[in-house]
Structures are given as structure tokens and as C-alpha cells.
């Protein structure tokens, strides 16, 4: 296999917290795949496992490959240094064959996640598993993907050219937008590595961080101690942190912006706003973005829409992937009031009338890496390209695109937007159960279209 070159300061931004986890990989190696791409799943992985800080007490790491049938590249507890894993990966065979993904995914939970394999969940140690597909499955995966969720195992899922998308959302544990990857080609695993490495490595710092505090309340296992309600994951509670960011370029004009103002004014009026309910920070962007308020701020309704008030019109350009670095760095930290430990809804409500300046696409994906929604609501914007690139998905949930700025006539009305997904349900899941709420549970609020 050719070498795979990989920058120093690319592996050593990734995965500094991320100290503890097991982590499998199961690999489809069928006929449709081929020689060459079989190469370019060789260089993701590498580059993954190149990110990860390796050890007996550190971060474990499985490979199963699978055709026609699942075969055993290395346990959780055969290599505990980085580089016998990686030789092993430069090492590895192409065989062919059929898709049996669901015979593989039971074969996975069977022989992989248990102890005598090199498993530590019985230790509260995070479980994941990564499956990389090109094709539908031949087999059932229905039930041994419920099977491995049910057993606290985190589930992520990469389709690649043909792979079926509602395959991998059977796979993929929930959200899917956190959990399931698609690739138009194998040559762009690479593209997604960085992204998916921030996405792993955020999964398992919070499970580390939700263990570390949850030490003081029993020395048993985590997955048996901790319950849904602890760690704040189930309940229904009007809960979010949200920052509105909000483009001041010269496009937009005093008087759409002031628009614009009012449409924020008339939002956060129907929110529960407090320091223990919703919590809303502001940031203007134009060339450069302007810290108005943080999440923790002001607790009171009353201060917030004082401040929407006197916002002022700065005008310049619209560097939007900027902006969006800007608040996932300075907004959605502990400091500045982001409540993302509690498992409290992280969301993103994005105001903009044009296309960026600057490239959006990796700092909307570091964003939602770390399970921050992003809501775009583009103002007669003719190309939403890049609106789609920053929104999550399902986008016809999380992107709205409207004519004009004529958003005070979006008041009750028609369509009921719902800015507060169901929360994650890794944990729940973790401990067998499922998280089921019906859109009148959720909270809402509002706009007529």
C-alpha cells in the first residue's frame, strides 16, 4: 500500500480529551467496492486511527472486514500501540464478495463487545462502532443493529457511491444527522475524516465527562448507575441554549434591517427566556463578527429584547464561515453560558441575505461535530448552495428560505417550526431505552408562511 502523508498539526488538533473509548471498525469488502477504492478506505482509516492516542488504558481499537461473511482483522485487546494497528491497516486484504452487513453487525456485537475481546463496558468505558458500506445489504439488519444499540454501543454509519441511505439510518444510532455519513466516492473518505474524527471524539468526551462526575454517586459501572434523568437527556422541559447570528452587510440596508430586528424582537418574545430555561446569546457578522450578548448574559426577557432594540447597522461584507467559527468558539463554551455538559439542545438560528465571502462548509461541519443544530433562514438568497452546505439535515426542518424581509407577516399562523429536536438519545439508548416524543411535545414556536 502507498504511504499515506499525514500533517503533524492535522493528528494533534484532534482527540486531546478523548482519552478512553473502544472503538470497532466493520468494513465492507464486496465485489463492489474494488482494488482501488478497497485503497482509499485503507487511507481513512489510517488517518483516523493516525488521530487517536492509542493504549492498553487509553483508546482501544477493533477491525472486522465482511462479505459474504465477517471475518476478525484484530480484537479490542490484540494491539495496544498505535503503530501495529497501523501496519496491520496498510496490511490489510481485499477479498470480495457478497453484502451480508446484518450477519456481520451480529457477528460484531457477538464477538467483539465483550470482555474476553477486549471490551470495557462492564467499566463504563464508551463503546463504538463504525460501519463503512458501498451497497444494500443482502441480509436483515434491522434487528442486530437494534440489538447493538440496546447494548449501550454507539453506532455510526458511512455510505459511500451506492450505499442506501435509509440503510444507514437503520444502522446509525439517532440523530441522524451526527451519525450517518454519505460520500458520493471513495475519494472523498478523506475529505470527511476531520469531521468524522470530531465527531468521535466529541462522543466520547462526553460520556468520559459524564463518568468523571457521576464517580462521587457509586463506584458500580456507568451504564448501570447513571439513568436517563441524571444525566438530563429524556426529559421534556422547554430547554435550549440558542445564538441567533445575524448578517449586518452592506446588502441588507438600514431598513431591512431594522426588519430584521424586528423579527428577533417578536421571536424571543414567545420564548420561556431564564437562566434555567432558555438561554439566548447574539452575534452580528459582517467583515467581522461582533459579540452582542453571551448565553449567560441576561436572564430576563426583558434585558434581551432591550438590547434586539438598540442593535446597531454596521454594514461590509458577509463572511458567514467566519462568523459561524466565531460563535461555535466563543458562544458554546461553559464560560460563556452553553450548558452542552447537561445535555441541553445546542442550536444555531442563522439570518442572512446573501452568499458568503468565505468558505462555510468546515466550520458549519465543526459545528454540528459537536451536536450543535444549525438553523439557516436565508432571505432572498438566489443560490442556496452554500445555505444547504451550513443547515442540518432533514433541510426542508432546518432551512427556510424566504422572498423578502417582510418577516413580520411570519406570526402565528400556518407552519409550526420546530427548532427543538428530540435530544440525543445515545444515552438513553445506552441503558435499553428509547426516546419517543410527539411533535406537540416538543417545544415550539411558531411562523406563518
Known amino acids: 500500500m502507498h504511504p499515506v502523508r499525514i500533517e503533524k498539526s492535522y493528528v494533534s488538533s484532534v482527540c486531546r480529551e478523548a482519552s478512553v473509548a473502544d472503538i470497532v471498525f466493520l468494513v465492507d469488502e464486496s465485489w463492489s467496492i474494488g482494488k482501488e477504492n478497497f485503497r482509499n478506505i485503507q487511507d481513512f482509516l489510517y488517518i483516523i486511527v493516525s488521530s487517536f492516542d492509542v493504549g492498553e488504558d487509553k483508546i482501544r481499537i477493533g477491525l472486522i472486514q465482511y462479505s459474504d461473511a465477517p471475518h476478525t482483522e484484530f480484537f479490542l485487546n490484540t494491539y495496544h500501540r498505535k503503530e501495529y494497528i497501523l501496519e496491520k491497516i496498510q496490511k490489510l486484504r481485499y477479498q470480495g464478495g457478497g453484502t451480508k452487513t446484518g450477519q456481520s453487525l451480529q457477528f460484531m456485537l457477538e464477538n467483539h463487545f465483550k470482555k474476553t475481546a477486549g471490551s470495557r463496558r462492564e467499566e463504563g468505558v464508551p463503546q463504538i462502532a463504525v460501519v463503512i458500506t458501498d451497497g444494500q445489504a443482502q441480509d436483515n439488519i434491522q434487528e442486530p443493529a437494534k440489538e447493538i444499540k440496546d447494548a449501550g454501543i454507539t453506532l455510526y454509519a458511512i455510505g459511500i457511491k451506492g450505499a442506501s441511505l435509509v440503510e444507514l439510518q437503520e444502522i446509525a444510532s439517532d440523530p441522524d444527522d451526527k451519525h450517518v455519513y454519505e460520500v458520493e466516492d471513495f475519494t472523498d473518505l478523506q475529505d470527511i475524516s476531520h469531521n468524522m474524527l470530531e465527531v468521535l471524539c466529541t462522543a466520547v468526551e462526553e460520556v468520559n465527562q459524564i463518568a468523571h462526575a457521576s464517580q462521587g454517586m457509586s463506584t458500580s459501572p456507568l451504564y448501570k448507575t447513571v439513568t436517563c434523568n441524571q444525566i438530563m437527556v429524556c426529559r421534556k422541559a422547554t430547554l435550549a441554549d440558542i445564538v441567533f447570528l445575524v448578517d449586518t452587510s452592506t446588502s441588507i440596508g438600514r431598513e431591512n434591517f431594522q426588519k430584521v430586528k424586528n423579527f428577533l424582537y417578536t421571536l424571543v418574545s414567545s420564548l420561556n427566556v431564564s437562566s434555567d430555561q432558555i438561554r439566548v446569546g447574539l452575534a452580528q457578522y459582517s467583515n467581522k463578527t461582533f459579540r452582542v450578548f453571551l448565553l449567560n448574559q441576561y436572564s430576563l426577557k426583558s434585558d434581551i429584547l432591550e438590547q434586539i432594540q438598540n442593535l446597531p447597522y454596521r454594514s461590509g461584507g458577509s463572511y458567514t464561515g467566519t462568523a459561524l467559527d466565531f460563535v461555535r468558539t ?26 458568503s465571502n468565505d468558505e462555510v462548509k468546515i466550520p458549519a461541519n465543526k459545528l454540528k461535530a459537536r451536536g450543535i443544530s444549525v438553523y439557516v433562514i436565508g432571505i432572498n438568497v438566489q443560490d442556496t448552495t452554500k445555505l444547504q452546505e451550513i443547515a442540518n439535515k432533514p433541510l426542508n426542518k432546518f432551512l427556510f ?49
Do not use: H
Not at 463554551?333 to 445535555?343: D, F, I, K, P
Open 330 to 355: 466563543t458562544y458554546f463554551t461553559e464560560s460563556a453560558g452553553s450548558r452542552v455538559l447537561e445535555n441541553v439542545p445546542q442550536i444555531v438560528i442563522l439570518i442572512t441575505d446573501g452568499e
Open 401 to 449: 428560505s424566504i422572498d423578502s424581509y417582510d418577516l413580520q407577516g411570519y406570526y402565528p399562523g400556518t407552519q409550526t417550526v420546530v427548532l427543538f429536536p428530540a435530544q440525543p438519545q445515545t444515552a438513553c439508548a445506552t441503558m435499553g431505552k428509547s426516546l419517543s416524543l410527539s411533535l406537540s411535545q416538543l417545544p415550539v414556536f411558531t411562523m406563518g408562511y
